[in-house]
């Protein structure tokens, strides 16, 4: 069920101590609290005098760590990845850490996000003999640091990332130092932390940090690059140039609700929405329910701005892994009712708000309008905590193609009588960006209104769109 | 940080049908709803044409089965079972179904329940020159039914479940039947579906039939016992005797929010007592929230009863499976914010409600208080949707010995201070019959006040209570 | 390949001791060694101070255990077992050592061989109520341990081995002592080893001995129980009526030619078998070569015998598993070549004579003379170092029905004909006899001549032989 | 006890055909039957349509390999590659082929040997800003194809071919075409073979041409390179400037007997070798035995010309596989007869001689001694059918360092008590060269006497030999 989702691709995670030398246990505790940014393959790198030790495989941190492997990666700078994958390259050779040696010696380097000029670079770096042996736009990266590294490391990273168009937060070990890196929009989060010991950590989200032992210090800032080291933090701004576009899916689906992402809460801000959603469009029901697990917080605010009272209408499986047994014809339908059940006696006879926190090809909806009808709700009304999805994604986020997405080729209308709601409402852009806090000059909201925060490649553009 | 609760033994289901031998698929898919009751192993018995096959692994429903075995599990009638085991005996030859040949050809059973005789039976069983290959009740019951078997097979049966004594609910393949027992006080839960086809369902709880896509019949009767062929359900009272005594735990904790259990939902009965807990221990506070997952139900009716907000407080990690990397001693206070953080946003500088449902040894709900008030909560107060537990259960629960029941040895007041919160309420047992809408004399509350509905074992006593 | 042979169906080993506690690491090395005679699963119990644990798994001994599960089996007494299936039963609940409680406590027991009133017996103990978990017989025997327990261990051993029929090596742990029977005939095999220690050993053959460390002290005899315990091993001859029938095949196929059986030599054995081979069935031609590795020995015999040079003209992949990729249409015929691979240098121009152990159904011998011809060999002559197979056992060893036993259908030179050789000889009964240095008193030729040591069951017998 | 020997590092395998594009099970199988060539790690990468799509991983063929995944490796070129890693570097990222995408699209190298100046080579591509993913020379030689491109995909490998210096054999697939390189000493051996469809293959062995099907054309000459497509092959000399020296150890160990390498076949030089061996030590004894598997052919040499009767002595587990069970203080000199048992039988009062094909640390050989002398041989005389091991190999070949070559610091009398042997001979230099029918102008005996048909580097040089 949730297939119908948007996908983040990426977590990354680093830890410097000047203490401890067993910091892979640490950044694969930290791993397994930002699993839900990829499931797809793990991966940590340890930094020990010089060294640098890795290893990564497809699976889930915990399926792919164990203690022998986290023992034999010792070392005072540690740092972990976790990957979805978009499309059938769900290799190895694609998990990250990359590491790799070059002139300079070893370095690691683990991305969030997705290049929109990783093809042109990669075809520039070809024709000048480099080659690649994964399909990842971290290997592009990487390349690159290696050409500009006569420059130095930390020129050559500033050159690279000068470079490079698109989304990227980066964490990487080089020449003893942990660095990261955010790209000019900001789009992908990263944010420090700091140890008791004195020890520093980055993290795409601060529930990490929760799980590390971390105080939340701040957020890299959009076009920042900062080198951390027994010296403590060094801040270079890269680049100033470039409008701040957070991107706004981090709140309304990605993140963590207990993360703090560029100083506003995950779990604020989508109650938040849900109140808003309540005062744009109100309803006269008897229970509200969310579908699980995004959906909740702003059920809970939609409950609290409209007085109907918040209650559980459906349960979610939490034994449903990824790999599972096919069900055949007579059974396919169940597999829905397994995900996702409906509590009948919260619903019969009940008029029904329905609280999701998207709808990208509506066919989840559909089946949970259905379910609840099914069940004896008399009414079903749907409220989505986010605007309608009309555009793909181009910085690091798994969108389906614009045909796909129902909000880009029906009308709201079309939309309620597609999922079979009694009424259907989005939250507006502007009521959104309210309860993050934040304005259209800080946020990316392309997703909704097609306004990229910088040139879309034409080809890809092209290629999604027909 | 589940390990500090009470752990159900087992989950049963059984499907009978007149047009389908796909029912294997079936009965994994309503399996893997009642995974919540056992994590340990799983297993599937088919009949066909009066042969029984069947597969039985360590592990998940998920991991043990895939495509290819449950295509080898042909039948017209398929029974499962999942277990959690209290012992050291983790061992696959425990796996149920058990499935054995005997005089009357070859027969599947599952068992959810525990018997207090069993080791008397055992002893004589063995002095009549039987062996056993396992360490579970279910063997002994197979070699009753084997040795009552010159009375045919219907008649083995009942004198069987007439000579064990304990808690059971039975689901048994035998000659083309699916059968079904319930011990004479109806202390584990066991219901009938049926499918749109015509064919018959049992199963632990309710959830499991919307699965599999049954409608919900009635429950099997205390001291019932139901013979399903193709000319349905045949009902037979084997022993009508005994005093109601349904276990009041399968609705404060085991049973799936959308199982309906002896005619009431659990979801009901839990958001009951959590407005019950608010009208016995009222409190002035700023914000209810729940310890995930079971305590949201009675946390949302609390927040109902007494008006103060529900929120998210606690964020449980979904990616959390039984194998764990261990923990060193520089990280072993993390492993708890891995399992269990605290959303601070919602909590910092508020007055908390915290609602569980169930104090067993007390060391979990110590780190959830402190973890509140490290967040910032300036008052905690600590709300149990079930009684204070002092006294252990003998009917299929694993749970402590007395000395480590921290309310068998501490008042209230203690038990307050040992975890740290501002004020402690336990729901009263007259209370959380209420919610349940039953009295003392439908439901056993033994592990409250020690009144079990029949003899316990003086041995098992002496070794549990010294 | 291989599969044109009989298949022997397991291998027992025991080993008690006074001074260690680790014996089943050595249990482990000496069941590799024996790991020829089963490959299907493995098993290990270990007896210590009363309680009996227990680990099998399917598998070879390598994959099965490993340093933590072999640490896991501590004790004084540890007997392991290794299995081959003939049927479709290869399921871990028919793997061994089959441990179980009774009356007497916990005994395991492990068996090589086959019973020829198991079915019976079974019927028997199913009428007074016994149930059946495992299709081995070596439940019936431990039902009847059982069964006749009143008497004492001893005794109810003894009564036991009296009342089945049929080929069973016993070693059996119980009450603290290890135990160890063959039947009246002698059919499989048993030997007793000493260890330096003190410790006493039983093994299916002796190279298993070398392994552990024994010396090889004798045979179990035919008819023979001993007990092993801190006292050494007591001796009760529970039945001499019978006539002496050890296995035949034991030397020309199923053991290690580094065992010696019932006082002689494997190895030599094949290499006079060899010799008398050249005498019987003398050729002109230009080198012996082997069909390895089983007729090695008798190819060196034959060419000491005749003079003419032994070499080497089929190569055996040492990497061939048991699970195999699958070859398609194309490749099946390579699949051959995959296995064993002419030396065309050592065949090309040459009159060949190739020396194999047995003949059972002919198609591998004609693969091989094909292979041969193929070459460039001038003419092959097929030899074979045992008489020609006509009648199947009915006593452990798994062979194919009367009906594709092509020496039971078929004349020699038809059989030539078959596989395409220049000329065909079998080695004679008696010839066989005298390599082994036996006569028909001592020796089972059943398969060669039909003359069973005792009753075959009628109805197997009529299945078989239609 | 294998660990006593040389390793050989790699096995290369590619197919071309014109009509199938199932060529990947054909590799699959002609991998298993160059297993003896490195057992770490297998690989497999198809060539379809312009694609290429790979899978490799730790493991052998058959463990590596299902049909699933060779059903998903479809082509009309398909290359293997198994790997025997000499150091730590046991990782699959070194695991081949190496499939890298550069500018001339995808390409997919397979090689056996090693370089003497990757790490120059290494250093001058880093300084022009190459990564390195690997520790492996393949690496370096994907790079300088991909910086050599501008010169079209043909002109480019040639160039790189006579930028790199060693021994290799290399088989690459790039722009649908099949491509065989050896280096200008041919160390390594490369042949091509061609099936009955006109495909054609090349391949390490000839023993694979066997599998796959097809017969052996030629060799390829030491400074050639082929290419093959669908108008046959092409040939091209890029260097015929250098000596040709093979390596002689293919015919002494690494090759499988029935292989034939550069013209001769493996098992008559090495039976050629036991002959020699006969006659330039001739001993007066009464058995000739070998160290299976690799002394047998000379060992039967040996046999022939002495007259002296060759028989078998020990016995070797064909189920030790590579993961094994730790013996403890107990059970640790037990390992040894688990490998290797002595057949007591057969060398109980006798004179032996035993001949083993090289001794590198005499470890081994020790053991084999004393094994011998403890089972009752009255005398033991060594014979080795290869020269004394006196200097390391840089050519792809794992050998100790010089001070462990116990060849290299000891006289023959002193290595000859050190073993516990009677006597101990060694074939001479010239006679070995002789069984092969080649010179010291055709074969690399540097091993033997220092005399690198290449500069070895001296960095290496110093440290391999102080």
């Given at each position: 069920?949730?297939?119908?989702?948007?996908?983040?691709?990426?977590?990354?995670?680093?830890?410097?101590?000047?203490?401890?030398?067993?910091?892979?246990?640490?950044?694969?505790?930290?791993?397994?609290?930002?699993?839900?940014?990829?499931?797809?393959?793990?991966?940590?790198?340890?930094?020990?005098?010089?060294?640098?030790?890795?290893?990564?495989?497809?699976?889930?941190?915990?399926?792919?760590?164990?203690?022998?492997?986290?023992?034999?990666?010792?070392?005072?700078?540690?740092?972990?990845?976790?990957?979805?994958?978009?499309?059938?390259?769900?290799?190895?050779?694609?998990?990250?850490?990359?590491?790799?040696?070059?002139?300079?010696?070893?370095?690691?380097?683990?991305?969030?996000?997705?290049?929109?000029?990783?093809?042109?670079?990669?075809?520039?770096?070809?024709?000048?003999?480099?080659?690649?042996?994964?399909?990842?736009?971290?290997?592009?990266?990487?390349?690159?640091?290696?050409?500009?590294?006569?420059?130095?490391?930390?020129?050559?990273?500033?050159?690279?990332?000068?470079?490079?168009?698109?989304?990227?937060?980066?964490?990487?070990?080089?020449?003893?130092?942990?660095?990261?890196?955010?790209?000019?929009?900001?789009?992908?989060?990263?944010?420090?932390?700091?140890?008791?010991?004195?020890?520093?950590?980055?993290?795409?989200?601060?529930?990490?940090?929760?799980?590390?032992?971390?105080?939340?210090?701040?957020?890299?800032?959009?076009?920042?690059?900062?080198?951390?080291?027994?010296?403590?933090?060094?801040?270079?701004?890269?680049?100033?140039?470039?409008?701040?576009?957070?991107?706004?899916?981090?709140?309304?689906?990605?993140?963590?609700?207990?993360?703090?992402?560029?100083?506003?809460?995950?779990?604020?801000?989508?109650?938040?929405?849900?109140?808003?959603?309540?005062?744009?469009?109100?309803?006269?029901?008897?229970?509200?329910?969310?579908?699980?697990?995004?959906?909740?917080?702003?059920?809970?605010?939609?409950?609290?701005?409209?007085?109907?009272?918040?209650?559980?209408?459906?349960?979610?499986?939490?034994?449903?892994?990824?790999?599972?047994?096919?069900?055949?014809?007579?059974?396919?339908?169940?597999?829905?009712?397994?995900?996702?059940?409906?509590?009948?006696?919260?619903?019969?006879?009940?008029?029904?708000?329905?609280?999701?926190?998207?709808?990208?090809?509506?066919?989840?909806?559909?089946?949970?309008?259905?379910?609840?009808?099914?069940?004896?709700?008399?009414?079903?009304?749907?409220?989505v905590s986010s605007a309608s999805v009309k555009y793909p994604c181009f910085f690091?986020?798994?969108?389906?193609?614009?045909?796909?997405?129902?909000?880009?080729?029906?009308?709201?209308?079309?939309?309620?009588?597609?999922?079979?709601?009694?009424?259907?409402?989005?939250?507006?852009?502007?009521?959104?960006?309210?309860?993050?806090?934040?304005?259209?000059?800080?946020?990316?909201?392309?997703?909704?209104?097609?306004?990229?925060?910088?040139?879309?490649?034409?080809?890809?553009?092209?290629?999604?769109?027909?």
């Open positions: 069920m949730n297939c119908d989702k948007f996908k983040d691709e990426c977590g990354v995670l680093g830890i410097f101590s000047k203490t401890s030398r067993n910091l892979s246990r640490r950044v694969a505790f930290g791993l397994i609290s930002l699993q839900h940014r990829g499931q797809e393959s793990a991966g940590i790198a340890a930094y020990d005098e010089g060294k640098v030790r890795h290893y990564k495989e497809m699976g889930l941190v915990q399926d792919v760590f164990n203690n022998d492997i986290l023992e034999s990666l010792k070392g005072t700078i540690s740092v972990g990845h976790v990957r979805y994958s978009t499309t059938g390259e769900s290799h190895v050779s694609n998990a990250q850490p990359l590491v790799i040696n070059y002139r300079g010696g070893s370095i690691a380097l683990t991305h969030n996000g997705n290049l929109v000029n990783a093809d042109k670079i990669r075809d520039e770096l070809e024709l000048s003999g480099s080659i690649f042996q994964t399909s990842i736009d971290t290997e592009v990266i990487a390349n690159l640091i290696a050409k500009n590294y006569s420059l130095g490391f930390k020129e050559s990273i500033l050159k690279t990332v000068q470079q490079i168009k698109g989304a990227f937060a980066l964490v990487i070990v080089c020449e003893g130092k942990l660095i990261g890196v955010r790209d000019p929009n900001g789009l992908r989060p990263l944010c420090i932390g700091k140890l008791p010991d004195g020890g520093l950590v980055l993290s795409s989200e601060s529930c990490a940090l929760d799980v590390v032992g971390a105080e939340l210090v701040r957020d890299v800032k959009n076009g920042e690059m900062v080198i951390i080291d027994e010296n403590g933090i060094e801040s270079i701004t890269y680049d100033d140039s470039k409008r701040v576009a957070h991107c706004i899916f981090e709140y309304v689906y990605f993140a963590r609700p207990d993360s703090i992402i560029d100083g506003v809460s995950v779990s604020s801000s989508r109650r938040c929405a849900g109140k808003t959603l309540a005062k744009e469009h109100p309803v006269d029901a008897d229970i509200v329910i969310a579908v699980p697990d995004s959906g909740i917080d702003a059920a809970i605010g939609f409950g609290q701005e409209s007085g109907i009272p918040y209650g559980i209408g459906l349960i979610k499986n939490k034994y449903i892994g990824r790999t599972f047994i096919q069900p055949d014809q007579e059974s396919r339908e169940l597999a829905v009712r397994l995900k996702l059940n409906v509590l009948k006696e919260n619903i019969k006879g009940k008029r029904v708000v329905v609280v999701d926190d998207s709808i990208v090809r509506g066919t989840t909806s559909r089946k949970i309008v259905d379910a609840l009808k099914n069940a004896g709700a008399t009414e079903v009304h749907m409220r690091g986020i798994d969108t389906p193609n614009r045909k796909q997405l129902v909000g880009s080729s029906k009308s709201d209308e079309e939309v309620r009588e597609l999922i079979g709601a009694d009424s259907l409402g989005y939250i507006s852009v502007k009521g959104l960006l309210e309860s993050v806090g934040k304005t259209n000059c800080d946020m990316c909201t392309a997703c909704f209104d097609g306004d990229y925060p910088m040139d879309v490649p034409e080809e890809v553009d092209k290629n999604m769109f027909e």
